[in-house]
């Protein structure tokens, strides 16, 4: 049913954007940058490992002080036996039995008593004296608690001495739990049971552990502090190149590559700042190519279209001679423009990164000739050759050679000498053609290697004006170049080459004529 312009409707969604502005294409920015998370993962490892140390630190010490603790009680209890006799017990941990003819020592309150008057109670240490369950003697120094406020405690300790051996343990009060330690006290003859207790408070006996652990804990958090603020001043002075690095990026546009990175340091970094450098240039040259390369087809081609065009309007369809005649200009044009599309795509191709390999130079120099042999009009010599071996690739070498040839066969008057020879000179390898044309003027010297550039009317022919520079490139492609000598007797074109030190040359000298 067809809608009602007039009436309401729904909205129907809109198909999602494919806009580069498009928020939900855009790359998601990490929630923290590099610089505080690196920083975060230092002080989390530093922190670990403080906490780890403390920690372990914390309770290996706190498990020898309850070791120190347990010998203690020992110590007192043994003290306690060498107070009622003199001679050392048999059964060490049993009962402390004392004599009944001992020096004023008589019965078993009195045997408690003397004990407790004689071993005082170290700090955090309290003591108590039992006769039949009920605290009787208190030791004459001050304690820091008081044992017989803990009557379950009292009760635990007689029931466990009541089969005549010593007793431990540990036992849970409001100010903390204490390390105990309980003993009988008997004396033949006496019918009263005596207990003798001795107890350390715990938390007392760690306060100092705890009071250096607090310290500890202190220490670490400052250090800690320290650590964040050193990480985050280092991680920033690190980063700094990136962060250049990400600015300059983001500077460079397509239109404008012409920026570099600066390269501080001699680290991971710069070496990465330099990487990118140099892929800017790589970039920048293949632009700057590419920018060229569609100049010169715009250039060139713009010519041979107009005239196709012009004469394709203008034609007398009526006319047979007059469609013959556009044709073929139609025609010629088309293939000089297929020419010029040509010789683009290898001036392109010439621009590339070559493939290098161990050449013969002398043997390179013959097969140019054999084939510089076939190109009609001059006549061709050979000259003595470099007996050396250089790292080129041929096939591009050999293309530039070849379009050095052609173009001294077509500037020489047919007939004359034109020769090729190679040699080495210093560090380079010369790979030259003479010919014995009219020479170029030195006005049109810097413009010979231009892109569709050409000599002025001396040496001016047919041609897209594009095989010097194909042959530069290439010579350029190698680390080398194209040098030129004129006269007006003639003039010499050599690709200057640079050799490895290690190819040593060789005795070799070969001369011919075609």
């Not at 999602?16 to 989390?44: G, H, N, Q, W």
């Not at 350390?200 to 760690?206: D, K, Q, R």
Request: proline share 7%; charged share 20%; with cysteine.
């Amino acid at each position: 049913m067809p809608s009602d312009p007039l009436r309401p409707g729904r909205v129907s969604p809109a198909a999602p954007s494919a806009s580069p502005e498009d928020p939900k294409r855009r790359p998601l920015r990490p929630a923290f940058s590099v610089r505080v998370r690196i920083l975060a993962s230092l002080v989390a490892i530093a922190a670990a490992g403080l906490v780890l140390a403390g920690g372990v630190s914390y309770l290996v010490q706190r498990d020898r002080q309850l070791a120190d603790v347990d010998s203690r009680l020992t110590a007192s209890v043994e003290a306690a036996r060498f107070v009622l006799t003199d001679e050392p017990s048999k059964e060490r941990g049993g009962a402390l039995v004392a004599r009944s003819d001992g020096e004023a020592i008589t019965s078993t309150e009195g045997a408690v008593e003397a004990v407790l008057a004689r071993v005082l109670p170290a700090p955090f240490q309290s003591s108590l004296g039992l006769v039949d369950g009920q605290p009787a003697f208190v030791p004459s120094a001050q304690v820091p608690f008081a044992l017989q406020d803990y009557q379950s405690l009292l009760d635990a300790a007689s029931s466990a001495t009541a089969g005549g051996s010593v007793a431990r343990g540990t036992y849970e009060t409001p100010e903390g739990p204490i390390r105990w330690i309980a003993a009988p006290v008997t004396v033949a003859g006496d019918s009263q049971t005596g207990t003798y207790i001795t107890a350390f408070s715990l938390n007392g006996e760690l306060s100092a552990l705890r009071s250096a652990f607090l310290t500890y804990a202190v220490v670490a958090l400052i250090a800690l502090v320290a650590i964040a603020a050193t990480g985050w001043f280092v991680a920033g002075r690190l980063l700094a190149p990136i962060r250049t690095l990400r600015e300059t990026t983001a500077r460079i546009t397509a239109s404008d590559l012409s920026e570099r990175i600066p390269v501080t340091g001699r680290d991971d970094v710069s070496e990465l700042t330099s990487t990118v450098n140099d892929m800017l240039d790589r970039l920048e040259k293949a632009l700057s190519s590419q920018r060229r390369l569609l100049d010169d087809v715009r250039h060139e081609l713009n010519t041979p279209i107009t005239i196709v065009r012009g004469h394709l309007e203008l034609v007398d369809t009526e006319s047979p001679a007059d469609v013959a005649a556009t044709r073929a200009l139609a025609i010629d044009e088309l293939d000089r423009m297929a020419t010029l599309v040509t010789d683009i795509a290898e001036l392109s191709a010439s621009e590339r990164e070559p493939s290098l390999r161990a050449v013969d130079v002398a043997d390179l120099t013959g097969d140019v000739f054999a084939k510089a042999v076939a190109i009609p009009g001059p006549e061709w010599r050979l000259a003595p050759t470099a007996a050396t071996v250089a790292d080129l690739d041929p096939q591009r070498i050999t293309q530039a050679w070849l379009q050095l040839c052609d173009n001294a066969a077509k500037y020489s008057p047919p007939g004359s000498p034109v020769t090729i020879g190679s040699e080495v000179a210093g560090g380079s390898v010369e790979l030259w053609v003479s010919d014995s044309g009219p020479g170029i003027d030195a006005a049109s010297l810097p413009k010979i290697f231009e892109r569709f550039g050409r000599a002025a009317d001396g040496r001016g022919v047919a041609g897209s004006g594009l095989g010097l520079a194909i042959a530069r490139a290439i010579a350029r492609g190698h680390g080398g170049d194209i040098s030129v000598e004129t006269s007006p007797a003639g003039s010499r074109f050599t690709i200057v080459l640079p050799v490895s030190a290690e190819r040593a040359p060789r005795a070799r000298s070969v001369e011919g004529a075609v």
